[in-house]
């Protein structure tokens, strides 16, 4: 079964623009991670936020955890057109394997 | 260092044939996973293994699948007799001690007509 939720789906941008993309998760988790497929590169890891952290930053990412509302966001600012990838967030099932979510298709333009 | 290699990258199959996808992690990474990823879904957990122990393999469909991990370096996924809700691309990643990021290989795309 799938633990994360991404919305939106799809999201179109002009670059320049900032992108951002929430995740919902069902259960309790040690730590949310974040990570962006595309064609060239495959599967990446972009950044892990732990349960007790609130907010983290990483170059033009920031993500947030809410562990009340089990949810997540991920900013990209000032995003690039070397940004069109899909994104999903990624959470514990308790050891260190990953349970995905759907995942949100970023497309930006030039 | 090398990432995580995979081969073959692309197999057609008819239904009912039978197909092996290899995997070789990282140098030095105990874990490695096998996950599935169907069009359009994120990546499903398969199996993960510790060393050459499964640690979970709850969500692999144990009747046509398989997975070994003999000396705990290189791994082999293995579907037998394959259907055509496997196609899918076959993602194996790996994990170095005590941390949480995984690091995935180029996948096998797979098609079964």
């Known amino acids: 079964s799938q633990q994360g939720e991404e919305d939106p789906q799809a999201l179109s941008i002009q670059e320049g623009e900032n992108a951002t993309m929430n995740c919902s998760y069902k259960t309790s988790i040690n730590n949310l991670q974040w990570y962006r497929q595309n064609s060239g590169r495959g599967l990446v890891h972009l950044i892990l936020?732990?349960?007790?952290?609130r907010e983290k930053h990483s170059g033009r990412l920031r993500v947030t955890l809410d562990t009340s509302k089990k949810s997540s966001s991920l900013l990209i600012t000032a995003s690039r057109a070397a940004d069109t990838a899909s994104y999903f967030c990624?959470?514990?099932?308790?050891?260190?394997?990953?349970?995905f979510g759907k995942g949100t298709t970023l497309s930006v333009s030039s | 260092e090398a990432g995580v290699a995979q081969s073959p990258r692309y197999k057609i199959i008819e239904k009912r044939q039978s197909v092996a996808f290899w995997c070789n992690p990282i140098?030095?990474?105990?874990?490695l996973y096998w996950y599935q990823q169907i069009l359009g879904q994120g990546p499903k957990l398969l199996i993960q293994f510790q060393n050459n122990g499964v640690v979970d393999d709850s969500q692999l469909p144990k009747d046509r699948f398989s997975a070994e991990r003999l000396k705990g370096v290189d791994s082999t996924l293995k579907i037998q007799p394959a259907k055509l809700e496997d196609s899918a691309v076959y993602l194996c990643?790996?994990?170095?001690?005590?941390?949480?990021?995984?690091?995935f290989g180029p996948g096998t795309r797979l098609t079964v007509t």
């Open positions: 990643a790996s994990i170095g001690k005590g941390g949480y990021e995984q690091y």
């Open positions: 990624a959470t514990d099932a308790g050891g260190t394997a990953l349970i």
């Open positions: 936020i732990r349960s007790n952290e």
């Open positions: 140098s030095g990474h105990a874990t």
